[in-house]
């Protein structure tokens, strides 16, 4: 009975890294809009690589960087409220953000790296300890004692 109430119990490790997936996803959500509006605004900002089967035009990339962004800044901002959904919804928008980062490597690499890895460690909170942590963040813990 003391380890099944033990392991229903969020720790700190499980609420930390769901309230830094929140802020993750609202970092990596404005990376896309900023260099989405850097794209569209300036053509030569991105240099364009060559042989690349995937090879957008610089300005295409740029709206879909600002599209991606403001998904995952609205999907950050679901996540707060708790919701079995909000966590699926960012558990797709950080696949599709990480999928994105992908096929954008060759343009900016470093970067891309670095996103895809937070992409997936807000993966791996949300899908790991985003269940207790938001019945307690809820306050349904106690209303159901």
């Known amino acids: 009975m003391a380890e099944q109430a033990r392991t229903e119990e969020p720790g700190r490790l499980a609420v930390a890294t769901v309230v830094f997936?929140?802020?993750v996803l609202?970092?990596?959500?404005?990376?896309h809009a900023v260099m989405g509006f850097?794209?569209?605004i300036d053509d030569a900002f991105f240099?364009?690589?060559?042989?690349?089967?995937?090879a957008l035009d610089v300005t295409a990339w740029g709206w879909l960087h600002l599209i991606v962004g403001m998904i995952v800044l609205t999907a950050a901002l679901t996540l707060l409220s708790?919701?079995?959904?909000a966590r699926a919804?960012?558990?797709v928008v950080a696949l599709l953000s990480a999928l994105e980062c992908y096929f954008f490597a060759p343009y900016y690499p470093v970067w891309?790296?670095?996103m895809i890895a937070l992409d997936v460690l807000v993966i791996w909170s949300l899908v790991r300890y985003a269940?207790?942590?938001s019945r307690k963040l809820l306050g349904e813990e106690e209303m159901s004692r």
């Open 89 to 91: 919804v960012g558990v």
């Open 26 to 31: 609202t970092i990596v959500g404005s990376y």
């Open 21 to 23: 997936s929140v802020c």
């Open 131 to 133: 269940g207790p942590v």
């Open 47 to 54: 240099v364009k690589p060559d042989h690349y089967p995937y």
């Open 38 to 40: 850097a794209a569209i």
């Open 82 to 85: 708790g919701h079995l959904w």
């Open 112 to 114: 891309c790296v670095i």
